[in-house]
């Protein structure tokens, strides 16, 4: 358990409390959403595997075509789950970091409403056969104006809150919140006015790369960063080892995250400085990964005879999404050389490296405040430790089966694609046996989330546990192994 309420003051507690009732509604509506979202995402992302796999399966129905069904499930993967996940933790921490009470709780529900929406218009057009073919993109360009108002919305509120924040330094969670805040609109408006139906296709790829690299760098990466330097200190109940070097990770994302995304297209299309800048960016943008990884472990590292992150749910997936954040990093770097890259970029590798980042970094991480979170705005704690545990292990066999095999089928794939005397089909068919795995792993990720989502539900109606001590994942620290 945090323990920060054990060395806070009687006016601290009130405090808190007040600041936690007044985000309540808002925060368990976009984390309710979310999963509801996720869940659709993983079947989905079971189902485009399982078509993939056999391609004859559904020959008759064009809406259970791989064609349609790997993009809804990354639009409702990565608008419908792990966006409105992110906007719960944003305004959860900004209120607590600032403490300051939310004053239009209502005004950002109605947004929420306007977002879900949004996302259900675009899985609904890109599955009716209106999509554009670009990742993370592909719904049609008039859908955007309703993400990009309605996110508007939902963040504006965040900017009078931290103006009047009390008087000190800015905490490096703020940094990472406010520049997530502002980073987006700039990424979604640039990215859909350059990838459309009218123009260069050749910049449309471009752009469609760039984009998806800086929502991953400029989004994802800092809200799940934001979280997790507050939580670790909270609950490792020591303050995090090295505030310079925290910023030094917060600089190196935001001077050098913005040069990434080209480096996808390493030999292609491109004056040949575009892709080499940006892969350049991302094997300098180690020095962030490095920085962070050093600061989370020498944090969490004490002399305690148990760690910690055994029986605490928070800082076990906090921890998990911190080591694949630096699994991530490393992974981009070697691929943005073009000894390998040449090999890669169009092959299973791409798409498993994309998934290590919305779920195994960022949705690691979310899960870990979920479980922080959602106890302090409802007053009442987690029904089941076992099913805690389960949604870990279960989350960490599927992500990690998704990335290996799409990792080294990618590879299987790519060597024989790069066999000049031998027939594409047999490149299919070499990486059609990886499939397999990734299919299993979004069936293993979807059993999980489904228990994630039902005790969600139990809590959001005040069915929790009426006790004194948090859920762990053990019953008690010297229990755990």
């Not at 990770?249 to 297209?265: D, I, K």
């Amino acid at each position: 358990m945090s323990l920060d309420l054990n060395q806070a003051t009687p006016e601290d507690i009130r405090e808190r409390a007040a600041i936690d009732r007044s985000v309540r509604w808002p925060v368990l509506f976009f984390f309710t959403s979310a999963a509801a979202w996720l869940f659709v995402a993983t079947l989905l992302g079971f189902f485009s595997g399982l078509k993939l796999r056999v391609p004859g399966l559904w020959d008759g129905c064009p809406f259970m075509s791989y064609g349609r069904l790997f993009p809804v499930h990354m639009i409702a993967l990565v608008y419908g789950w792990a966006m409105q996940a992110g906007l719960g933790v944003m305004i959860w921490l900004m209120a607590r970091l600032t403490r300051n009470e939310l004053r239009n709780s209502t005004t950002i529900i109605v947004s929420g409403h306007l977002w879900n929406l949004g996302v259900a218009l675009a899985v609904i057009a890109v599955w009716s056969g209106f999509g554009r073919s670009m990742p993370w993109l592909d719904f049609p360009a008039w859908i955007a104006p309703v993400l990009f108002i309605s996110y508007l919305m939902i963040t504006l509120w965040l900017v009078p809150m931290y103006r009047a924040r009390r008087a000190g330094e800015v905490y490096i969670s703020e940094m990472f919140l406010i520049g997530a805040a502002v980073w987006f609109p700039w990424i979604f408006a640039t990215g859909n006015l350059l990838v459309g139906d009218k123009g260069s296709a050749v910049m449309s790829a471009g752009a469609n790369g760039w984009y998806i690299a800086n929502l991953i760098f400029f989004w994802f990466i800092p809200i799940g960063l934001a979280s997790a330097y507050y939580l670790i200190p909270k609950i490792a109940g020591r303050p995090i080892y090295s505030y310079p070097l925290a910023k030094v990770g917060f600089w190196s994302l935001a001077l050098l995250a913005g040069w990434t995304g080209f480096n996808r297209y390493l030999g292609g299309p491109f004056p040949a400085w575009i892709p080499a800048i940006s892969g350049a960016a991302t094997i300098f943008l180690l020095v962030a990964v490095l920085a962070t990884a050093i600061n989370f472990w020498k944090t969490v590292k004490g002399d305690e005879k148990v760690n910690l992150w055994e029986y605490s749910p928070t800082l076990r997936f906090t921890m998990f999404g911190a080591l694949m954040f630096v699994v991530y990093g490393v992974l981009g770097a070697v691929s943005s050389f073009f000894t390998f890259s040449k090999v890669l970029q169009f092959s299973h590798f791409v798409i498993g490296l994309d998934t290590l980042a919305v779920y195994g970094v960022f949705s690691m991480m979310i899960f870990g405040a979920i479980y922080y979170i959602v106890p302090r705005v409802t007053g009442c704690e987690w029904p089941s430790g076992d099913l805690i545990r389960k949604h870990f292990w279960f989350s960490t066999y599927g992500i990690g089966t998704v990335v290996l095999t799409m990792l080294v089928g990618g590879f299987a794939q790519a060597g024989q694609m790069n066999q000049w005397d031998s027939s594409f089909i047999l490149s299919v068919e070499v990486a059609n046996g990886w499939v397999v795995g990734r299919t299993v792993a979004w069936a293993l990720i979807a059993v999980s989330n489904l228990g994630f989502f039902y005790q969600l539900a139990l809590m959001f109606i005040g069915r929790g546990r009426r006790t004194e001590g948090p859920t762990l994942i053990h019953p008690q620290p010297e229990s755990a192994h």
